[in-house]
């Protein structure tokens, strides 16, 4: 019997990582590839009202991937893949994300498009294989191309996007800013989440140079429930700092509805983080108008100011 394929997104997963792996792993399914959709991680609230909503079981956690064979979907680099992966056999990438430093061995079928969600180029590679999307794959891509872009409105959306998304909504038999308020209210839930759940709900690692830098991020309609506890958050991110040796440590707390961000930090380099932010902080804030996208408006320029 041929070893599987785990198609898998990142660490901490979102819905676009979650939903990616399953309907890339159905895909190859209808191709006759042993392939099996897995997580890296916990599911969040949105991921688990989508998987809910169209009645899709949560696929597996796989906690250590060594000796494995595997796809990547949503990301591609080290710092954001699943234990073990360095040890793995990674045989595609799918990804919508900067090039990271994952490499291989062999050459390998790696697509990578700018656009606004993993979701979106699914749906390409679907119509690629003729393969037809139902009506509970187009609602799980469909809701990862929408949490991954704000419902439209990220500045990482593209038209293609735009067109793909009411493509999707059809066949889902959704309409998307009905079903875009769902998933924003349910992406908002912090429930009794502590401070560190907080920094490391959606959380990514990054190497820029020979500096290891960690960027979270909260996107809530009421951003003044983590900003009033600043104090203890900035606690939990200096602790945070100290156990992974971060040399900078980031919260961007995004409000959806007024589409800006305020960012906190722990670490050292903040003057080097306000000029590549164009940003003062004060007490270890400071405030981003007009900031949602963490991949498009933040990581690009603390590369540049890194590197």
Request: net charge negative.
């Amino acid at each position: 019997m041929s070893q599987p394929l785990y198609v898998i997104g990142h660490q901490q997963p979102d819905t676009d990582a979650v939903c990616s792996a399953l309907a890339y792993a159905w895909l190859k399914q209808s191709q006759e590839v042993d392939a099996v959709p897995a997580r890296a991680g916990e599911v969040n609230p949105e991921t688990q009202f989508v998987l809910n909503f169209w009645s899709v079981q949560t696929p597996p956690l796989l906690e250590d991937a060594a000796t494995e064979r595997l796809i990547l979907v949503d990301h591609n680099e080290y710092s954001q893949t699943v234990p073990g992966a360095r040890e793995a056999e990674i045989v595609e990438i799918v990804d919508h994300h900067r090039i990271g430093d994952v490499t291989t061995s062999n050459p390998i079928f790696f697509r990578n498009e700018p656009v606004g969600s993993t979701a979106t180029i699914l749906t390409h590679l679907y119509d690629e294989a003729d393969e037809p999307i139902d009506s509970e794959t187009a609602g799980l891509l469909l809701s990862g191309l929408l949490s991954d872009t704000v419902v439209l409105r990220s500045p990482t959306t593209t038209d293609t996007d735009r067109v793909v998304a009411e493509r999707l909504a059809e066949t889902a038999g959704v309409e998307i800013e009905t079903y875009g308020k769902d998933l924003l209210q349910q992406k908002s839930k912090l429930g009794n989440k502590s401070p560190r759940e907080m920094v490391l709900g959606d959380f990514k690692e990054f190497e820029f140079g020979s500096h290891h830098v960690g960027i979270g991020q909260v996107e809530t309609v009421t951003p003044e429930a983590v900003l009033e506890q600043q104090a203890v958050v900035l606690a939990a991110m200096d602790d945070i700092v100290d156990e992974r040796e971060f040399t900078t440590l980031l919260l961007l707390v995004t409000d959806l509805l007024d589409e800006d961000s305020t960012v906190l930090v722990a670490g050292d380099y903040t003057d080097t983080v306000a000029d590549a932010l164009d940003t003062t902080f004060t007490d270890q804030k400071a405030f981003l108008p007009g900031v949602m996208s963490r991949k498009k408006q933040v990581v690009p320029s603390l590369e540049d100011a890194f590197s």
